[in-house]
């Protein structure tokens, strides 16, 4: 059932503009910018012309998430051993192994026709307030104070970094090299749940499979994960023990773990967009709810942005310039993840005699090789050579096996910066305005989808996308030039409708493509399952008329379609065992909604998992274990609707024992982990199902000092197959923070909420405000209108030129 949120279901503060605007003078300014800043922490900036527009943009973002601004450049720059020490070397090498060294003027202009101008005015609005901040150290924030740091100038570069993107599909792929190598490739496609095509799996008998368990991708890893502390980096009156930091981020590491083995079902998207005929408004509406890492500050960060020709409100990443999710005048727009494949692992013979040559068309080609220092906290200073195939970075050598390893990434093309073509969208028209600057939008793959006030609604599959014609890039590849890209496919060529018939689209990360879709070549096989979507779609296919408070209740809804088909299957089944009879009987009683109040939710929650770790034991060979995170809820359905033999002589048999087993098993770690007494087995409390949004220096830092960074506990509903995705584990580390609802009859309508909050600074007002609103899935409203902010605005600037 759709729970009911009452429209237009804002928590909403009537704070009337009284207060004197703050006058500043800025260095860098060329004209008067003013801006508001309303109760929920977004900054309203407008601005005479473009270059101002952008500079305050990065001058506020800067402002509010200096510290995540400064650790986002050290990542982006391979400088984060200078800061935490040697171990920080590996990741260092990978920032730099992957880092873009193309034309910079010609990177820049992709995003936009005047993209170098708009990334280098964000920027030097960076630096002016990082200029300003460090003339006052003692007034940076805490995380500065306990690491003894100060914020360093940015560069254009550290924008177009990759290091945080959405890339590609590296690690599945070396992971499925080991499974098949380890039982097969057609063992393996038995497992998982490859569609809509047929991959080929069997590896080049070139390739050395047994090779393939090496660390090939640490660098890549390190590179791309996200930066940890330890109680050393702080000032040691601040330290926590080692050994309640050992437990502290062992506990985090289990829960984020259990949550990305559901990787392909839990951290996504989801989008949706109606015809008018299907809203109460009359009126397209567009809602989106991107799901990522839950972290305090936020990845995403709200700005709204005037000057002549702009004037967009939404979100985006803080250290990006212009809106990545959100509208302008004439329509509004999402994203979600189109599984999209722009990586390839390729593995080398190398020469003998010299190793920096590798085989290629049957003759020894050299590899590029750049020589960089690397600065580290604490020791001298490190030398590293970064070698390159003509396919790209080497990631890993075995020199007395004559191997190299390198991963091809479409990524490393000019225009593979995650969300800045979004610039180009930021001021589009017409759909074919939106669809032309899609065009441009190479990382990550994304289903974009749009609505405008003239009753129109489009969806258009984006990212670069390699063309292979002799394999399927789901098993890594020998380098020696037979198997080679066959180019991009051109972006508007990828799968698209507009104003389709049954007046929606619907994306959650599952196959949308149909199966005879013109360029099946570059269509991946490895999506999310339909869990998601499909329940969007039940709701929206009722027939009901929706108002903006059915939306939200969409984006917050717990209903479990797998429970639907699961819970059924232990009718009429024989349970000696008192409790697990009983435990039977509620969840046939119950509605399937994983509400956090709820008592059945727990049992079921608890049943389905115990269900997995069971079916991956049963269904996956133990040699292939560790390379098989989890499994597809859709296949594990499927067995237990029509058991293989490998349930025994009787599978029916061995399913209905597998299912009762599996209850009493999940009884029995119900009372262990919450007691005997069932009354206290609320799904959503702080013993199972809750959330703590975790500063990134928690599990270093002192108890008192970690209570001012983190941002919780709170219960939650749902899990990682619900529309509204809350995870897999005890606490929720993956999910939506931001969500967004528009209805494009009114901009002052639309809806939004971010969490933990605007602000990066835990001694900022805006750092926790949000998070009891999105904590019990309400929203804020999203004011457009320049008369609406004024009603609400709680601050204000009046800027100008130094």
Known sequence: MLKKIAAPSFFLLF???????????????????????????????????????????????????????????????????ELLGEREIKRDIGTRLFKFR???????????????????????????????????????????????????????????????????????ELKAGRAVAA???????????????DPDLNMDPVIDQSLLTEDILELYNAYRKSVKFQPSDVQASAREGMEKYSELAAKWEEDFTLDRQELRNAVGSNNWVVSGERTQSGYPMLANDPHRSLAAPSLRYWSHLVAPGWNVIGAGEPEIPGISIGHNEYGAWGLTVFTNDSEDLYVYETNPENPNQYK????????????????????????????????????????????????????QEVGGAPYLASLRMDQAETWEEFREACNYSHIPGENMIWADR????????????PIRKNFSGMV????????????????????????????????????????????????????????????????????????????????????????????????????????????RD???????????????????????????????????????????SGLSMFKVIGWLQAPPPVFGSDPIKGRDDLLISSLAAAISQLEQKLGRDQRKWQYGQEKNHHVVIKHPMSEAVSADIRKKLDVGPAPRGGYHLTPGVTGSGDNQTHGATFRIIMDTQSWDRSMGINSPG?????????????????????????????????????????????
């Not at 001058?59 to 982006?76: G, H, P, S």
Request: hydrophobic share 40%; with cysteine; aromatic share 12%.
């Open 758 to 802: 605007q602000s990066g600074d835990p001694d900022s007002k805006y750092y926790k405000n949000l998070f009891d609103l999105w904590a019990n899935d309400k929203y804020f409203p999203v004011y457009y209108s320049k008369e609406m902010i004024m009603k609400v605005a709680e601050e204000s600037y009046k800027m100008s030129p130094r």
């Open 360 to 411: 290629y068309n049957g003759g020894w080609e050299d590899m590029k090789i750049i020589t960089e220092t690397i600065k580290v906290k604490d020791r001298p200073d490190v030398t590293v050579e970064l070698k390159y195939t003509r396919h790209g970075p080497v990631v890993f050598e075995k020199a007395d096996k004559h191997v190299a390893y390198a991963v091809r990434c479409g990524w």
């Open 102 to 172: 193309g034309n910079m003027k010609a990177e820049m202009n992709h995003y936009h026709e005047r993209g170098e101008e708009i990334i280098t005015s964000f920027v030097d609005g960076v630096n002016a307030y990082i200029a300003e901040a460090n003339a006052a150290p003692e007034k940076l924030p805490v995380e500065f104070q306990l690491l003894k740091a100060k914020p360093q100038p940015w560069t254009p570069e550290v924008v177009i970094s990759r290091h945080q993107g959405l890339l590609g599909n590296i690690g599945n």
């Open 454 to 465: 003239k009753g129109n609604i489009g969806w258009q599959a984006v990212g670069i996308a």
């Open 15 to 81: 704070s009337f503009f009284t207060s004197h605007a703050q006058q500043l003078a800025v260095s860098g300014l060329q004209d008067k910018v003013e801006v508001y800043r309303d109760p929920w922490g977004i900054n309203h900036i407008y601005a005479e012309n473009e270059h101002d527009l952008f500079f305050i943009q990065g001058y506020m973002a800067a402002k509010d998430r200096l510290f995540q601004f400064e650790i986002w450049r050290r990542q982006a720059t391979g400088t984060v051993a």
């Open 586 to 628: 509620k969840l046939l009683a119950w509605d399937f909604v994983l509400d956090k109040n709820s008592t059945t939710a727990a049992i079921y929650a608890a049943w389905e998992k115990e269900i997995n770790a069971r079916m991956k034991n049963l269904m996956i060979p133990a040699e292939a274990r560790p390379h098989i």
């Open 476 to 583: 890594p590849v020998p380098g020696d030039g037979r198997y080679e890209w066959d180019g991009y496919l051109p972006i508007k060529a990828k799968p698209h409708s507009y104003n389709p018939a049954e007046g929606y689209v619907i994306t959650a990360n599952e196959n949308l493509t149909k199966t005879d879709y013109e360029f099946p070549e570059i269509i991946t096989f490895d999506w999310g399952d339909g869990y998601r979507g499909d329940r969007l779609k039940e709701i929206i296919a009722s027939g009901k008329v929706l108002s903006l408070g059915d939306m939200a209740a969409m984006q917050t809804d717990y209903l479990a379609l797998p429970a639907r088909e699961i819970v059924p299957m232990l009718k009429n089944l024989s349970i000696a065992d008192t409790k697990t009879n009983a435990a």
């Open 183 to 197: 039982i097969g490739a057609e063992k393996f496609k038995e497992i998982e749940y490859y569609h809509p095509y």
